[in-house]
C-alpha cells in the first residue's frame, strides 16, 4: 500500500477510542490502521509499517482490554500491553516520533479515597491493571533510556491515563445500563465504587489539542471527565434522562461481585496537569442525544 505522508498514525482505529480520532483529526492529517492491517505483536512488520508511513505522531489506542480474560491470558495481555508497547516505543525513538498511549485508573489498587494524581504510587490488583502498568513502564524505560548515542535525542511521548471510557462504538458501562434500563431488566449494581467516567469523544479532542498546541512536556498525564460517581448514583441519573424509573435494582458491595478479576474500589483519577473536561452528566447527556 503507498500513503501520502501525514502527520498522524493512528493505531486501533476500530476500537472506541481510535474511531473517535477518526472522527476527531481532519482525514488530510491521518493514517488509521486496524487489527487487520497490522497486528502489534509482530514487532518486525509495525517497524516497517512505520518506516514506510513516517508520521510526526502516533496515536496507539491498541490494547488488550479483558479485564476478566487477563485472569487467565496475562501472557497475552502482557506481550500486547507490555511489550509490544517497548518495540513502539524503541520504533518511535529511532524515528523521532512523539508517541501516545492509553492507560488506565486500573494501575492503582484503589484504597485511597482522595482518588489518584498523575504523581501517586500505582500498585495494580488483577493482571489487566499488572499488564498495562509493564506498558507504562517499558515506555518510559525505552524513551529515556540512555544509549550513549548523542544522536538519538530522548523521546517525546505522552501516556495518558484514563477510565470507564464509553461511546457509541463497541462496548462500554453506559451502553450496557442504558440497554438493561429501557428493556426493564432487573439490574445488580455496585454500590460503594467510585469512578470517573470518560467520553471517548472527549478524550480525543482533548488530546488533540494537547499535541496540537505542543506546549506540554512528556510525561504521564490524566484525563477523563470531571466528576466522581457511584454506580447507584449513575442509574438514578440514567433513569431521569430516559424518563424509566420503576426498575428494580439489587445492590451489591464490590466485593460481593463474583467476578474473575478484582477491581479497585476508588479509582479515580485527579487531573493536576490539564484544562479539565466538562462533568460526566453533561457528558452522558450529550451521548444519549447523539445515539
Ligand atoms: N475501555 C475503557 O473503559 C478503558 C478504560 C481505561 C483505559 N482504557 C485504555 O484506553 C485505550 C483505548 O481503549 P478502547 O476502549 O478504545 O479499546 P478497544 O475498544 O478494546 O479497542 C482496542 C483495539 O485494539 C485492537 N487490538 C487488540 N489486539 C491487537 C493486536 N495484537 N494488534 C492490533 N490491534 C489489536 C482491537 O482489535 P480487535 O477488536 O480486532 O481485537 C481493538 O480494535 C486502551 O489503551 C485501553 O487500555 C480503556
Redesign the pocket.
Known amino acids: 500500500m503507498f500513503f501520502t505522508k501525514k502527520k498522524y498514525l493512528i493505531?486501533?482505529?476500530?476500537?472506541?477510542?481510535?474511531?473517535e480520532f477518526e472522527k476527531t483529526i481532519d482525514p488530510d492529517e491521518y493514517v488509521a490502521l486496524?487489527?487487520?492491517d497490522?497486528?502489534?505483536?509482530e514487532f518486525y512488520k509495525v517497524r516497517e509499517k512505520i518506516k514506510e508511513i513516517e508520521p510526526e505522531i502516533i496515536i496507539?489506542?491498541?490494547?488488550?482490554?479483558n479485564v476478566n480474560g487477563a485472569e487467565e491470558n496475562a501472557e497475552i495481555a502482557n506481550l500486547?500491553?507490555g511489550e509490544?508497547i517497548s518495540n513502539l516505543a524503541r520504533i518511535c525513538r529511532e524515528f523521532c516520533i512523539t508517541l501516545v498511549?492509553?492507560?488506565?485508573?486500573?494501575v492503582f489498587d484503589g484504597k485511597n479515597v482522595k482518588g489518584y494524581s498523575e504523581e501517586s504510587q500505582p500498585n495494580p490488583i488483577n493482571n489487566y491493571g499488572r499488564s498495562?502498568l509493564l506498558g507504562e513502564e517499558m515506555l518510559i524505560d525505552a524513551m529515556e533510556a540512555d544509549y550513549n548515542f548523542e544522536e538519538i535525542p530522548d523521546g517525546k511521548y505522552f501516556i495518558i491515563?484514563?477510565?470507564?471510557?464509553?461511546s457509541k462504538?463497541?462496548?462500554?458501562?453506559v451502553k450496557t445500563f442504558r440497554k438493561f434500563i429501557e428493556d426493564k431488566k432487573e439490574l445488580t449494581v455496585i454500590e460503594d465504587q467510585k469512578v470517573c467516567l470518560?467520553y471517548?469523544s472527549d478524550l480525543a479532542k482533548q488530546v488533540y489539542w494537547l499535541l496540537e498546541t505542543n506546549e506540554y512536556e512528556s510525561g504521564i498525564y490524566h484525563i477523563t471527565n470531571e466528576g466522581i460517581l457511584n454506580w447507584a448514583e449513575f442509574i438514578s441519573f440514567l433513569g431521569d434522562i430516559l424518563g424509566i424509573n420503576d426498575i428494580k435494582i439489587t445492590f451489591i458491595k464490590l466485593n460481593d461481585w463474583k467476578v474473575p478479576a478484582i477491581r479497585p474500589l476508588n479509582s479515580v483519577l485527579i487531573n493536576t496537569k490539564l484544562p479539565k473536561l466538562r462533568n460526566w452528566k453533561e457528558a452522558v447527556k450529550d451521548f444519549l442525544n447523539d445515539y
Not at 38 to 41: A, R, S, V
Open positions: 493505531l486501533g482505529k476500530d476500537g472506541q477510542l481510535g474511531h486496524g487489527h487487520l497490522l497486528d502489534i505483536t496507539n489506542c491498541i490494547a488488550y482490554n500486547i500491553n509490544a498511549h492509553f492507560s488506565t485508573d486500573y498495562k491515563r484514563t477510565s470507564y471510557l464509553f462504538n463497541g462496548h462500554n458501562i470518560t471517548a
